[in-house]
């Protein structure tokens, strides 16, 4: 008896430290990024940056697959669904995170209970960009042109349940005015009916509407951040213009199964943070308009919440129900 619990404790320990070594040494196999989103686009060109430098670091291949589909929620599913085990990542934005449980009545994943938070890749803050021609030039003038001319102005958005949708419907909310909303599909769209005149603004990424920027057809308002951009250090933000909600913002992160070892994650994250701070890296971002956080998995976690709440109000001021 005494040998076969010997025995048996033998095995237990071999186990434990075969599970550790395991852990300690990933990854030990291919990595697949599962991108929800179809190719060529930010979330896309991001994780194709990130899995380029990770590979060197792995000493594996990284790979990047493309599963979009039902606004984010096929490859979402499938990295649910995946085995536990850190070799199929999700890297994804706000929508399947955040913006899905708002807008759809059920999903095929706990948007909080099936993903555990690894790594914020890059923040977005967004500008409101408005047509040269719109007789404002800041918040502050849009609400009193508003207030003069109910429903006249129009703000395109790139869909329904978009993030310019809600925010403008709850800037309508707050200050008692009426700017019709005229959805797209597609920022791209949107920013060419903003150029065309076809409607009076947008929001946008500062990266991906500098092009409408620098035509001269357009003009930013008000830069949805904390500090001023200093591409354009003349344009104030929503705190400095009296509007302190007015903000909000795309990020990009990287999300691991549940149930994934706690040890797989960190070791993910501290890797993927030896990218995100390599200068090159960081400028390559800036270039783009992307901030590049180093938060800490339970720090992402905290933004999430947050952003869950806020993200609540304006889908109740945009008077939205979920399909």
Same mark, same amino acid.
């Given at each position: 008896?005494?040998?076969?619990? @010997?025995?048996?404790?033998?095995?237990?320990?071999?186990?434990?430290?075969?599970?550790?070594?395991?852990?300690?040494?990933?990854?030990?196999?291919?990595?697949?990024?599962?991108?929800?989103?179809?190719?060529?686009?930010?979330?896309?060109?991001?994780?194709?940056?990130? +899995?380029?430098?990770?590979?060197?670091?792995?000493?594996?291949?990284?790979?990047?697959? $493309?599963?979009?589909?039902?606004?984010?929620?096929?490859?979402?599913?499938?990295?649910?669904?995946?085995?536990?085990?850190?070799?199929?990542?999700?890297?994804? #934005? $706000?929508?399947?995170?955040?913006? $899905?449980?708002?807008?759809?009545?059920?999903?095929?994943?706990?948007?909080?209970?099936?993903?555990?938070?690894?790594?914020?890749?890059?923040?977005?803050?967004?500008? &409101?960009?408005?047509?040269? /021609?719109?007789?404002?030039?800041?918040?502050?003038? &849009?609400?009193?042109?508003?207030?003069?001319?109910?429903?006249?102005?129009?703000?395109?958005?790139?869909? $329904?349940?978009?993030?310019?949708?809600? &925010?403008?419907? &709850?800037?309508?909310?707050?200050?008692?005015?009426?700017?019709?909303?005229?959805?797209?599909?597609?920022?791209?769209?949107?920013? #060419? /009916?903003?150029?065309?005149?076809?409607?009076?603004?947008?929001?946008?990424?500062?990266? /991906?509407?500098?092009?409408?920027?620098?035509?001269?057809?357009?003009?930013?308002?008000?830069?949805?951040?904390?500090?001023?951009?200093?591409?354009?250090?003349?344009?104030?933000?929503? @705190?400095?213009?009296?509007?302190?909600?007015?903000?909000? +913002?795309?990020?990009?992160?990287?999300?691991?199964?549940?149930?994934?070892?706690?040890?797989?994650?960190?070791?993910?994250?501290?890797?993927?943070? #030896?990218?995100?701070?390599?200068?090159?890296?960081?400028?390559?971002?800036?270039?783009?308009?992307?901030?590049?956080?180093?938060?800490?998995?339970?720090?992402?976690?905290?933004?999430?919440?947050?952003?869950?709440?806020?993200?609540?109000?304006?889908?109740?001021?945009?008077?939205?129900?979920?399909?």
């Amino acid at each position: 008896m005494k040998r076969r619990i @010997a025995l048996f404790g033998a095995l237990a320990s071999l186990l434990v430290c075969t599970h550790a070594m395991s852990q300690s040494h990933f990854p030990q196999k291919p990595v697949t990024f599962v991108v929800p989103l179809a190719a060529g686009g930010g979330t896309d060109i991001l994780a194709r940056k990130l +899995a380029q430098q990770l590979g060197p670091i792995w000493n594996q291949t990284v790979v990047v697959e $493309n599963v979009s589909g039902a606004s984010s929620i096929i490859g979402s599913q499938r990295v649910a669904r995946a085995h536990p085990d850190g070799y199929t990542l999700l890297v994804t #934005t $706000n929508g399947a995170i955040v913006g $899905n449980r708002f807008l759809f009545k059920s999903l095929p994943y706990d948007p909080d209970k099936d993903f555990i938070p690894v790594a914020q890749l890059a923040d977005i803050d967004m500008v &409101l960009l408005a047509h040269k /021609s719109l007789e404002a030039n800041s918040l502050k003038e &849009l609400v009193a042109l508003a207030k003069k001319d109910p429903g006249k102005i129009t703000y395109a958005s790139y869909g $329904n349940g978009s993030q310019p949708h809600l &925010l403008m419907e &709850l800037f309508n909310k707050r200050e008692n005015i009426q700017i019709t909303h005229v959805p797209y599909k597609g920022l791209g769209p949107a920013l #060419t /009916s903003v150029m065309a005149g076809e409607t009076m603004m947008t929001l946008t990424g500062r990266g /991906s509407g500098e092009a409408a920027i620098r035509s001269g057809k357009t003009k930013v308002l008000n830069y949805n951040s904390d500090h001023r951009d200093p591409l354009y250090p003349d344009v104030p933000t929503s @705190a400095e213009s009296g509007y302190p909600y007015f903000r909000v +913002a795309t990020w990009h992160g990287v999300f691991a199964p549940k149930g994934t070892p706690k040890e797989v994650v960190e070791k993910i994250h501290k890797d993927i943070l #030896t990218v995100l701070n390599q200068p090159e890296f960081r400028e390559d971002m800036a270039k783009r308009g992307y901030g590049v956080p180093t938060r800490t998995p339970q720090e992402f976690a905290a933004v999430i919440q947050e952003e869950v709440k806020a993200t609540g109000e304006m889908v109740k001021a945009a008077g939205l129900k979920a399909e």
